[in-house]
């Protein structure tokens, strides 16, 4: 996606070769042209799979997953890191480890909203090693539903979340890769 590589030339930061910085408009202020866009590119590229349900994880994948599910006409499901006391005991958890912030959280659902039979399509800001995707994987797959598809804004492909997705079948998709990058440059893949 064009429009998104040229907002991470000219405003993202890349801090070392794993950590690219975009709160300028993604992850702290939120440019909300752009994510009407991002939805938009994502609602193209999924239109033939399928979906009944649009599920992210909090926080900053809520903005382009919303912008997704309202396009596609479609619910949203937020899944949780945190167990809120206005949860009930339907409650199903993944063990999540980031990489980012080296530890380990529980993902959280009430299982009554991703019911058995639909297509799920997984959307988040970042995809770097995937174990934030493989623990939404197993929520909706306990829940007796598909996963139809995988979204990130942004793929780090020089880290290995694409691969182990793409290897496991899933059809992902990401609209800006990463090849590599370094303090002060970003190199994206050719498409
Ligand atoms: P993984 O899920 O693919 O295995 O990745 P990892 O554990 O490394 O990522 C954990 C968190 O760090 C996620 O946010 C993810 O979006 C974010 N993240 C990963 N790589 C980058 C990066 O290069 N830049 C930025 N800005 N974020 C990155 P989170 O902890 O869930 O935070 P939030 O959604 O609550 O904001």
């Known amino acids: 996606m064009e429009l998104l590589k040229e907002r991470i030339l000219k405003e993202g930061k890349a801090l070392n070769t794993e950590v690219l910085k975009v709160d300028m408009f993604l992850n702290q202020q939120v440019d909300t042209e752009l994510i009407d866009a991002i939805g938009g590119e994502f609602a193209r590229l999924f239109a033939d799979s399928g979906i009944t349900r649009v599920i992210t994880i909090e926080a900053s994948g809520i903005a382009p997953a ?58 988040d800001d970042f995809l770097a090693m995937g174990e934030a995707a493989f623990g939404a994987i197993s929520l909706v797959e306990r829940c007796d539903a598909t996963v139809g598809g995988i979204g990130a804004v ?38």
């Open 66 to 123: 919303y912008a997704t599910a309202r396009i596609m006409r479609l619910p949203l499901v937020i899944l949780k890191k945190a167990v809120s006391i206005a949860m009930d005991d339907s409650l199903i958890q993944a063990e999540v480890f980031s990489f980012t912030k080296q530890k380990s959280y529980q993902l959280t659902l009430q299982k009554e909203y991703i019911r058995p039979g639909d297509r799920v399509l997984i959307i």
């Open 154 to 191: 942004i793929c780090k492909s020089h880290q290995p979340g694409l691969k182990r997705l793409l290897d496991a079948g899933y059809n992902v998709q990401a609209l800006a890769k990463i090849a590599e990058m370094g303090k002060d440059y970003i190199r994206f893949e050719e498409d």
